[in-house]
């Protein structure tokens, strides 16, 4: 069988990178990237069960290909790999090989099997001590590159399906992370952002020992490195030394995605989430009082079981006291294995609907202002892309703010970072002229 694959991604920005190792594993074992599921003799879906929609547009996915799919080896990747395993061998039979993300370096090895008549193959074990080594990650982007330094999760939050499909927290050395990283400034990236279902829970299991504060610290001061992002934080392990890291580094950008999920102490409870509302202010005071200007984005459920109108209130009150530059909002939905299934006193998808218009609404009005305010000001773009028939630049902000902009024609400004002042501001981007 000619040894042509497509892979399509569903999910987070670590299920992205996840692909980058697939693919550069395949490809350096002797595979042919190709662009349209038709034309590969092999079709891997890296997926996402953090929803169930993302989880359905998969199954649908492999239903629509089974036809036209006759001699194709299709592939299950990643989360919905992981908490299915082999029933989905039961649910879309010509699915051929189930694996998780820790069995990513192993890919090779269980495709042999397969070639030799195996048609059920399975990599769905978290015990794999090479898991993080991929020295063959083929990187897509290229103005950033992705680092994972944390894999898994140890929260058990109660909606949460990511303990099962990502398995306990392990972390990764530092003198790997500092390896590629090291080894991704030579190839030319300036900006790294550092990937871990909970990033800030990064515990160093070398001798050295390093926190996530330090880890930051050092990948930013390698030289080359003009900008260090990282996500997703959770608020129990964020701690003010990520704050003072920040502060002191101005390669470490002045951007923080902190999930809140609700505004409601009670709701975080049935949450299991491990803080309260008064603590995650606490930490959003950090923010507010460092010395630099440090946006923050967060994550909003609408709609968890037993959530009442004061509840839904308190999260509409947070929304007004932190002024959050940008929100993910979400209406709750049960997901396997977890805890939140036995809860009572589910919201009716209408009343889901309706709360989560007006999260939407309320944080649409905050940005309108706030963004407003941003008129006048000069920023450093990483210029990533162009518009061609609006004759702009687009690029984003150490904030993570998007920014078109024009001005410097006749030259190429693609990966460059380019001074820009804010002329005009929506709830979603900015647009600005480069300061010449």
């Keep these: 069988m000619e040894k042509t694959f497509y892979i399509e991604t569903f999910g987070c920005q670590m299920n992205a990178h996840d692909s980058e190792k697939v693919i550069g594993t395949l490809i350096n074992t002797g595979y042919t990237q190709v662009e349209t599921p038709e034309e590969a003799n092999y079709v891997f879906y890296n997926t996402c069960s953090i929803r169930d929609k993302a989880e359905q547009k998969v199954f649908h996915r492999l239903q629509s290909l089974k036809r036209t799919g006759k001699n194709k080896v299709f592939a299950v990747l990643g989360c919905v790999a992981q908490q299915e395993g082999e029933k989905i061998f039961e649910r879309a039979p010509h699915v051929s090989l189930v694996a998780g993300s820790a069995s990513y370096t192993k890919l090779p090895e269980m495709l042999i099997q397969i070639e030799a008549g195996n048609r059920r193959v399975t990599g769905l074990s978290f015990d794999n001590p090479e898991a993080f080594d991929t020295p063959f990650t083929r990187r897509d982007n290229p103005y950033h590159a992705y680092i994972t330094i944390i894999e898994g999760c140890d929260k058990n939050c109660s909606y949460c399906v990511v303990p099962f499909t990502r398995g306990p927290e ?66 129990r392990d964020f701690v003010k030394p990520i704050i003072d890291a920040i502060d002191s580094n101005p390669n470490l950008c002045d951007h923080v995605h902190l999930p809140v999920q609700s505004g409601s102490s009670s709701v975080l409870a049935g949450m299991q989430r491990l803080y309260t509302r008064a603590e995650y202010m606490q930490r959003i005071d950090w923010m507010k009082n460092a010395k630099r200007s440090i946006a923050i984005t967060s994550d909003i459920i609408v709609g968890f079981p037993g959530e009442t109108e004061r509840d839904f209130q308190d999260t509409l009150d947070l929304l007004d006291e932190v002024q959050f530059d940008a929100i993910f909002a979400f209406k709750y939905s049960q997901r396997p294995n977890t805890s939140a299934l036995a809860l009572a006193d589910h919201i009716p998808e209408e009343e889901k609907t309706r709360r989560i218009m007006i999260v939407n609404e309320r944080q649409r009005a905050i940005q309108i202002r706030n963004n407003a305010n941003l008129v006048g000001e000069v920023y450093e773009v990483h210029v990533e892309g162009r518009h061609q028939s609006l004759g702009q630049w687009m690029g984003r902000t150490s904030q993570y703010r998007t920014l078109n902009f024009s001005g410097r024609d006749g030259e190429d400004l693609l990966g460059s970072y380019v001074p820009v002042r804010v002329t005009r501001a929506g709830p979603n981007s900015l647009v600005g002229e480069a300061v010449l």
């Excluded at 550092?194 to 990064?202: C, F, I």
């Excluded at 996530?212 to 030289?223: H, N, Q, R, W």
Aim: hydrophobic letters at 30%.
């Design 170 to 235: 392990r972390s990764r050395t530092s003198e790997s992370v500092m390896e590629e990283a090291r080894r991704v400034a030579g190839l030319g990236y300036t900006e790294i952002q550092l990937l871990g279902q909970n990033v800030n829970s990064y515990r160093d299991p070398s001798s050295a020992g390093w926190d996530f504060a330090t880890m930051l610290d050092k990948v930013g001061s390698i030289p080359g490195i003009r900008r260090v992002r990282f996500t997703t934080s959770h608020p």
